[in-house]
């Protein structure tokens, strides 16, 4: 069985940072990825992560955001800067995900509880 927990959101201006953890426990060895969800949204991919460290990002963060794993600590960030009003949403963590469709949410088994982030002007 696989637990994730997300911590490290929170409000930011717009042009700010966070960085997003989360805590996996179990068997770790899967694809991972970072999904958001805004109110009244669908849950969008935001990045993914293979085993192999191959990463991905949906085109609305390129530049922005960088997801990275430790696998000493069993963790999963994802760092976001030049944060925009359109990436306040609430943040989960995912695993066990398949790479050729990482933003598909249903290829996940995963999930953490997620954590919100706000961005405000």
């Known amino acids: 069985q696989v637990q994730l927990v997300e911590s490290g959101g929170g409000a930011v201006q717009v042009g700010g940072s966070l960085r997003l953890s989360c805590a996996a426990s179990?068997?770790?060895?899967?694809?991972m990825g970072w999904f958001r969800q805004a109110p009244g949204k669908e849950r969008e991919g935001v990045a993914g992560?293979?085993?192999?460290?191959?990463?991905s990002y949906a085109d609305s963060v390129k530049g922005r955001f960088t997801i990275s794993k430790d696998n000493a600590k069993n963790t999963l960030y994802l760092r976001m800067d030049s944060l925009k009003a359109e990436d306040t949403g609430m943040y989960y963590c995912?695993?066990?995900?398949?790479?050729?469709?990482?933003?598909?949410?249903?290829?996940?088994?995963?999930w953490g509880q997620g954590t919100q982030v706000t961005v405000s002007s």
């Open positions: 179990g068997y770790t060895y899967y694809y």
């Open positions: 992560i293979d085993t192999d460290g191959s990463t």
């Open positions: 995912a695993s066990d995900g398949w790479a050729a469709s990482w933003s598909d949410y249903d290829g996940y088994t995963y």
